[in-house]
């Protein structure tokens, strides 16, 4: 087969998300997990759910500023009619006709089931007259009002944010049990590659640094390898030494060039899975799988091993993570000029974002993210402008770009003046 | 004023873009920088302007496996009538009648304008029949085709990503000045906070904790201070102690109630600019700057306390740190509930995500994010469920969220079925 594909090149090539599945399906979570104190798993994955073991909050507790009555007392009190309570110690208990100061957040004393607010009483002595009737439960923030005893709070496999740390800390939770992350070797491959002061004929690596930092991103730790020559032995040993990796990554040779010997060398030592994807830039890629080691050969191509990455390299990370993989985040934004694709392949053009001035009341103004966003009525502030039509070894198509925009397989392009969903693939928090 | 406020609350409430401008204003960046290895530089701000030193490619290159080859000398070639070169050394030069074999990536011959694919020739002998004619500068990758020599790449505060490494690392780049981390004091304050163990009446401290990891996540580096008591030379003790951070951040007592002091702390030791904003939830945060510290009062209802660490705090440590504040990346999806909100005031309604299950084949097939995403044909394949109509104490409102919905000032609400874009303020990448 092999053989075949070099002489023609790839006679058919495997959709993005067969491909994907296909990977996936090869691919099991590592199931390695860790200990970590809360304030330490920003990001990291749950390996275990956890429940509330208490509510919160914990005891009935006074939701404004004012005095914690019984209800029933200030049935029928007005402006013109208060009804006069005696002023009690703040601890309670709070007795028929009486009244004990509180304020936003303290427990409720015993006896009282209702807060009147400060604005509405006049305190007269040891005598407080209330100007405002209330009903049981008016002003009070009940126990397990936020949270209930028991409450599933998050299954295994969801991601910790800062809010989820607050949550957690807030029922007693002091440290949570996550996934260990996993380790991703990336070997960058190719006879032309230096790592710096390229003669001519050589070219600087690059796929293996931005690879590398992808991985951190997306929650694992990259071992980022010495440049491999092309050379069947050199890389037989290459992904011999990472097997104990989660993740194998490759970069170059994953065509079906004279040169491009990564298939081949995946071939005798495991099984390649996919080879050649509908995709572009960068159809040259190569899945496969080596004694479990899922392995993501990318192509040599930097644009085209960018979005290969972005296609199987996270997804796979993210199950072995013991996770799953969320869409990347979007903007909507109109195309300024026309992309043009091919029918039954999945194109990722290169755009870049720029505001169109409308809605938006200034730089400062935009700056919480919410003047240009989140008027609901508004339908787009963005535009979208393709950085270049085309070229998978233009790094600088998307490196100068904010992100991509997909053309689905079934578009034959996408015209000038369409609303898209430009993915934000590399977006800063 | 802080007097009449007591008695009455909050008499007028800033708008949160004014607000927002007027804390910007009074911020300036700190203007420190250091060099880091290019490796070490995933999301840092550039402090200096990054040009290219040289161009790239550096040099013509074959852009495919084939024969480099004089464009003139195959004019006229056909699969009946091929033109017949003489085949010479791979480093060339290439004369007339000539051509060379070349691979994908290698530099160009002298002499060589064109590359003629390997699928249209054939060796015979040291001679080359190629079938197609091609014209000067066909699969030729020119230098500087991807990056002009002397071209600016980025510019001073732009924030770095894994592919602008890879970009500056391909024109030569090793390392980059970068300006210093922000450093962010955050303090949490109130006399019913513990770290743990709570008693009845007291409150198990979230907001510090929450706030430090987002600073984090901004670039930040928090300063997760312990809990100050409520009492005004305690809480001046600590403003005083952190006025070398670039950033000074308090939760809790930030209000207009008898226990709330930190506005007026703020007013004696520097400047309030703001005190009360009309958003929902959380308008008692107050804005103010001390020494040229600027000074962010988060209130301490845990929900309040996160919209405004979103609206106010990113804005600003963004700013010392040398850069602009992007917009939250969103994602469109269709309400299921009503939003109620007050006009005049922004609202920001919590959400949670589910997919509607149109258009997305499995959850594998979504895995990379482009099968939900990148139909731009399809108009919304999300269902936005409002977590809590209110409560600003509801931590779970947020924390079991995927995200939220601004409703802006002019809005009354947003209505069922309407089209959102949910603002993932705590996106995993």
């Given at each position: 087969?092999?053989?075949?594909?070099?002489?023609?090149?790839?006679?058919?090539?495997?959709?993005?998300?067969?491909?994907?599945?296909?990977l996936l399906d090869a691919t099991s979570p590592h199931g390695r997990s860790e200990t970590v104190p809360l304030g330490d798993a920003d990001g990291r994955v749950l390996a275990e759910p956890i429940d509330a073991p208490v509510p919160v909050p914990g005891y009935d507790r006074a939701a404004m500023d004012g005095y914690a009555v019984r209800a029933e007392d200030t049935f029928g009190a007005s402006n013109r009619s208060p009804a006069v309570l005696r002023a009690t110690a703040r601890e309670g208990p709070v007795g028929p006709g009486e009244a004990a100061r509180v304020h936003t957040g303290s427990d409720l004393p015993a006896g009282a089931d209702a807060v009147v607010m400060i604005e509405?009483?006049?305190e007269v002595g040891d005598e407080v007259e209330t100007f405002d009737a209330v009903a049981a439960g008016e002003n009070v923030g009940a126990a397990g009002e936020d949270v209930a005893e028991g409450q599933r709070l998050y299954g295994p496999g969801h991601v910790l944010r800062p809010s989820d740390l607050g949550l957690c800390k807030s029922v007693g939770i002091e440290s949570v049990t996550v996934h260990e992350r996993p380790e991703v070797a990336v070997i960058p491959t190719g006879e032309e590659l230096v790592q710096s002061d390229p003669e001519p004929g050589q070219?600087?690596?690059?796929?293996?640094?931005?690879?590398?930092?992808?991985?951190?991103?997306?929650?694992g730790v990259p071992r980022y390898r010495s440049i491999v020559t092309d050379d069947e032995q050199s890389l037989a040993a290459a992904f011999e030494r990472d097997l104990d990796a989660d993740v194998v990554v490759t970069t170059g040779g994953s065509s079906v060039g004279e040169r491009d010997l990564i298939p081949e060398v995946l071939d005798d030592l495991g099984e390649v899975?996919?080879?050649?994807?509908?995709?572009?830039?960068?159809?040259?890629?190569?899945?496969?799988?080596?004694?479990?080691?899922?392995?993501?050969?990318?192509?040599?191509?930097?644009?085209?091993?960018?979005?290969n990455a972005a296609q199987f390299l996270r997804p796979v990370l993210k199950r072995v993570a013991g996770t799953t993989?969320?869409?990347?985040?979007?903007?909507?934004a109109r195309l300024d000029r026309k992309i043009p694709s091919e029918p039954g392949?999945?194109?990722?053009?290169?755009?870049?974002?720029?505001?169109?001035?409308?809605?938006?009341?200034?730089?400062d103004a935009d700056a919480g993210g919410e003047d240009a966003e989140g008027d609901a009525a508004r339908e787009v502030a963005h535009i979208a402008t393709p950085t270049r039509a085309s070229g998978s070894g233009v790094l600088?198509?998307?490196?100068?770009?904010?992100?991509?925009?997909?053309?689905?397989?079934?578009?034959e392009g996408?015209?000038?003046?369409?609303?898209v969903d430009v993915q934000l693939w590399e977006v800063t928090p």
């Open positions: 087969m092999t053989n075949d594909r070099r002489q023609a090149g790839f006679k058919q090539r495997t959709r993005v998300a067969e491909a994907r599945s296909t509405h009483v006049e070219v600087i690596e690059t796929n293996g640094l931005t690879v590398s930092r992808l991985v951190e991103r997306w929650g899975l996919v080879h050649g994807v509908a995709l572009k830039p960068g159809h040259p890629v190569c899945l496969g799988v080596i004694e479990d080691t899922p392995v993501v050969c990318l192509p040599g191509y930097p644009v085209a091993c960018i979005v993989t969320e869409p990347f985040p979007t903007r909507r392949t999945r194109t990722f053009a290169r755009v870049r974002l720029t505001s169109d001035g409308e809605g938006v009341e200034d730089a600088s198509s998307v490196a100068l770009a904010t992100g991509w925009v997909v053309v689905p397989e079934p578009r996408l015209d000038a003046g369409e609303l």
